[in-house]
């Protein structure tokens, strides 16, 4: 259960990272509400995770589901270049993320 909490975070993590983005210096008040959820909910699930998943681990892998997640959705959604090396780079930090997974 902990594992699905952490990866829900992470995911969580890239919501709130696009909703800043998105938030116009905290100017726009529904990317900066989703920005609040999201990140509230993100952290409570870190911390839930962390109960049973070692720091190192958990933090590493929730940190590489929400980099990969929001610079995918840069790539994807926001028009942010999509060159082979980023591409590259980022399967790069998903391998190590199920690398900690597979090794924890």
Do not use: D, N, Q
Not at 31 to 54: E, K, N, Q
Not at 59 to 67: D, E, L, M, R, S
Not at 75 to 98: D, F, I, K, Y
């Amino acid at each position: 259960m902990a594992w699905l909490v952490l990866v829900l975070s992470g995911l969580l993590e890239s919501v709130w990272a696009v909703a800043l983005s998105r938030a116009g210096g905290f100017t726009r008040p529904v990317p900066v509400l989703i920005f609040v959820v999201a990140l509230v909910l993100s952290m409570s699930g870190l911390g839930y995770a962390l109960r049973t998943i070692p720091v190192g681990t958990g933090y590493a892998v929730w940190v590489g589901i929400g980099a990969a997640g929001t610079a995918s959705v840069g790539m994807l959604a926001l028009g942010e270049s999509a060159s082979l090396p980023r591409v590259l780079c980022l399967l790069l930090v998903v391998a190590g993320v199920v690398g900690l997974k597979l090794f924890h």
